[in-house]
């Protein structure tokens, strides 16, 4: 097990701003990375972000490029998801995970799944 817990979801408004923490054990940075995904209700789950941690590469979904920021915190102990001007459209409970390997936006290639964090955008 590689236990992950997210923080920091919330509710605000269009425009604004949340940061999204995702706490990973050791055992979790011997893996290749951690990504970001979100589901909205009704829909899949779909990719948001990651990171790698040999290369740290860094891969956004089209609809957050310019305005969300994946990040290895300096402690090397989180991943953290800078949100900026969120849009209703972003509204979703998002959730990290570990990496493993393959097509890096792919729900499948990802292992050790946190609990998930609420993000609500009004307009």
């Known amino acids: 097990q590689v236990p992950l817990v997210e923080s920091g979801g919330g509710s605000v408004q269009a425009g604004d701003s949340l940061s999204l923490s995702c706490a990973v054990s050791?055992?979790?940075?011997?893996?290749?990375?951690v990504g970001w995904f979100r589901q909205a209700p009704g829909k899949q789950r779909e990719f948001v972000a990651a990171v790698t941690w040999r290369t740290n590469d860094r891969y956004y979904a089209d609809s957050v490029k310019g305005r969300f920021t994946i990040s290895v915190d300096s402690a090397k102990t989180a991943v953290v998801l800078q949100m900026n001007n969120l849009k209703v459209e972003d509204t979703a409970v998002y959730y990290c995970a570990i990496y493993m390997s393959g097509f890096i936006s792919y729900v499948g290639n990802y292992d050790y799944w946190g609990q998930g964090t609420q993000v609500t955008v009004s307009s």
């Open positions: 050791g055992r979790g940075f011997s893996r290749t990375g």
